[in-house]
């Protein structure tokens, strides 16, 4: 009966996105910088941009992204992504250019370089990781880690009178002019991984139409420094984080201010 | 002044914006900049310029931002230039290890100001050390050329595009106050390609391709080690092949000065005075900072009876010279931190070494 | 026929040596056709395995919320 059962079943609806080399990652179990990576390559391949796509990598967990994508990729210092974008992007305007940053990365040392870029209305798209934490280096505390929440470096939980509050990244660049579509998606459930899609798709259109600087915050878990399961991590994300960090677009520039 | 041949078109122009000729010259392009004195010429005679002839001037929001822009400018295969002072410089480190690392070609300008800290806006040679030992993390080295004279800010500029594509690496001008705000006649000679165009390294989609990586970051095992010796060949290479330098009046020279940049060009007008009183003074001025033109100078100082090192800081190039030759005892230092050395101060100083050393004025062989 | 359970729409494969065991397909799929295995593989993870085929609609939820790509999916 099986064997029936598998000539039965003979178109694939699912597979590997072409852009997506066939390797195994570094990445821990249940961590979504692997579903993050899978849904950007899926938009790669639906817009048909590998071939003239430059990928921008970060420092953190992140940086051997490189060597799970079948595209053009350099590796840029701490936090600068942005500036290293927009050099490659001013030098070949005509080539899709994409970063793809954590929440060290793009929101403490990387802050200026994010800011500035968005607000020149710099005609590509970042991808940012928020799992409220440093994982590459071992879970130090971020700027978008919660209050309250302990890490190697707020052992006693994150507390405001000593380290601030967490940063609200897609909403702050919604603000800036330049900035033409800012969203803050999750993927902690399948839908949500539909709507992140859906999100990461706009965020491509508006980079390939010329709109200008584009944004997905994309919360996602990180269960070995958060010292949960992988399921236990997303509920967290689901509860905790989506309180704190609301879903949706918090910009969507109709038409472009320039031809 | 020497006649001037008929025909010669001369320009005259600042030292900085000598520097923007130089660069459009050869090509490029593509500059990124932030503002510093005393280098503020230079980006806005090409915000001015670049855009007419369809290249791309961009501002960037510090130097931290400007040193990445150019990395992936130049990871895109062009050539791209950036150009600051000491603190922008300090703040592009970083970003020069990471380009070194990952053999990035670009050409970086420091007009150098006083330090350390914000210092001030007067002329210094105190950036020697942070240019050629390089002040990034990680042991990689840079080619720095030291222009004294407008039509060197304008030629040198041309030569370090080519030295950094034929290398893979960062190059460095090491201007400062007095070469970049002085104007003077130069000779716009025509650019002269050394080097390929195609960079088959770049990053431009891989159509038709495999994919490219450009990257530092080596974690196998052993990779970083072997990758730090083929960095190290490549320094070496330019070791072997890059050295420059300009002798005056080394011939027979009884006191021999060894400077670089703005002191040297003062320099050469004390020697004209010295030697107008017979006294046997020359000079050996290093053009290359890196590679250091250790043979040249071991040369110069084993057959001199002294040696004056004249610099703009407390001494800095003083110790390559003291590396590059045993002769300890004959070297002398003359140091102007953060102040130009007068011709004045510098015969004087040529007249106690000739009296120190016996020589009578007038034996001038 | 009494007790006939409806027949699959569709199957998938899952990566055995590439899936971390991080559970996340579990709950993802409707119908709960998959589970944590018994044998481990390479990397030393008792990795997911399609274990009620026979409730399988091909919907491929779980591949969308595999973090690896371990799972591929027919109809």
């Known amino acids: 009966m099986k064997n029936k059962a598998k000539e039965k079943f003979t178109k694939q609806v699912f597979s590997r996105p072409r852009s997506l080399l066939d390797v195994s990652t570094h990445y821990c179990p249940g961590c979504h910088h692997g579903i993050a990576h899978r849904i950007l390559a899926e938009t790669i391949d639906h817009f048909d941009l590998r071939e003239k796509t430059i990928g921008v990598a970060p420092v953190g967990c992140a940086v051997l992204m490189y060597d799970y994508f079948d595209v053009d990729f350099v590796e840029a210092p701490h936090g600068r992504a942005p500036a290293v974008a927009t050099g490659v992007k001013r030098a070949q305007p005509d080539r899709f250019v994409f970063t793809y940053q954590g929440d060290g990365d793009l929101a403490a040392i990387g802050t200026s370089e994010i800011i500035h870029a968005a607000n020149r209305g710099e005609n590509l798209t970042v991808l940012f990781i928020n799992n409220t934490t440093y994982g590459m280096t071992g879970g130090q505390m971020a700027p978008t880690t919660m209050l309250g929440q302990k890490t190697s470096t707020s052992p006693y939980g994150r507390d405001f009178r000593n380290d601030g509050y967490p940063i609200r990244i897609a909403e702050m660049l919604a603000t800036l002019e330049g900035t033409a579509f800012s969203a803050r998606v999750a993927t902690s459930t399948p839908a949500q991984i539909r709507k992140a899609k859906e999100a990461v798709k706009k965020a491509f259109d508006m980079q390939i139409r010329g709109m200008g600087f584009s944004i997905v915050e994309i919360l996602s878990t990180c269960p070995t420094n958060w010292g949960m399961k992988p399921l236990d991590a997303q509920k967290r994300v689901l509860g905790e984080m989506s309180g704190y960090y609301p879903l949706g677009v918090y910009k969507e520039r109709k038409q472009a201010d320039f031809a | 002044m020497t006649p001037e041949p008929v025909g010669i078109k001369r320009e005259l122009m600042k030292g900085n914006v000598a520097i923007c000729a130089g660069a459009i010259a050869a090509g490029c392009r593509f500059y990124y900049g932030y503002p510093i004195t005393p280098q503020n010429d230079i980006p806005e005679y090409l915000s001015a310029h670049l855009p007419p002839i369809g290249g791309t001037f961009l501002q960037a929001e510090s130097e931290v931002a400007t040193i990445n822009y150019l990395l992936g400018t130049s990871a895109s295969g062009k050539r791209v230039m950036t150009s600051s002072s000491g603190p922008g410089i300090s703040l592009m480190q970083e970003g020069l290890s990471y380009m070194a690392g990952s053999e990035l070609p670009a050409v970086i300008v420091n007009i150098s100001r006083s330090g350390p800290g914000l210092g001030g806006i007067a002329p210094s040679q105190g950036d020697y050390f942070q240019a050629t030992k390089c002040g990034g993390h990680g042991g990689y080295r840079m080619p720095v050329l030291a222009p004294h004279s407008v039509q060197e800010m304008y030629s040198l500029t041309m030569l370090a595009f080519d030295l950094a594509d034929k290398y893979r690496n960062p190059v460095m001008i090491l201007g400062d106050a007095v070469i970049g705000q002085m104007k003077e006649p130069f000779v716009p000679t025509s650019y002269v390609s050394t080097v390929p165009e195609e960079k088959p390294w770049s990053l431009t989609g891989c159509a038709g391709r495999p994919r490219r990586i450009i990257k530092s970051l080596h974690l196998k095992d052993d990779e970083i080690e072997a990758h730090n010796w083929k960095l190290h060949r490549k320094y070496m290479t330019m070791r072997e092949e890059e050295v420059r330098s300009e002798p005056t009046h080394l011939e027979g020279a009884g006191i021999v000065i060894v400077a670089f940049g703005t002191a040297a060009r003062v320099s050469k007008t004390a020697i004209q005075w010295a030697r107008a009183e017979g006294l046997p003074v020359g000079m050996l001025r290093p053009v290359t900072l890196f590679p250091f033109p250790s043979r040249e100078v071991d040369e110069a100082v084993s057959r001199a009876d002294a040696v004056l090192v004249i610099e703009m800081n407390t001494g800095q190039m003083l110790e390559d010279v003291l590396i590059s030759t045993r002769h300890h005892d004959k070297i002398r230092f003359l140091g102007k931190p953060c102040a130009i050395p007068t011709p004045e101060e510098i015969l004087q100083e040529i007249r106690s070494l000739a009296g120190e050393i016996g020589v009578k004025a007038g034996n001038v062989r | ?75």
């Open chain 3, 1 to 75: 026929m009494p007790g006939t359970a409806p027949l699959p729409k569709g199957r998938i494969e899952i990566d055995f040596e590439r899936c971390k065991a991080c559970e996340l397909c579990i709950p993802a799929c409707p119908k709960n056709c998959i589970e944590m295995g018994t044998g481990t593989n390479r990397q030393g993870f008792a990795a997911a395995v399609f274990a009620r085929p026979g409730d399988c609609t091909g919907c491929a939820v779980c591949a969308e919320c595999c973090p690896d790509v371990c799972i591929q999916v027919w109809r």
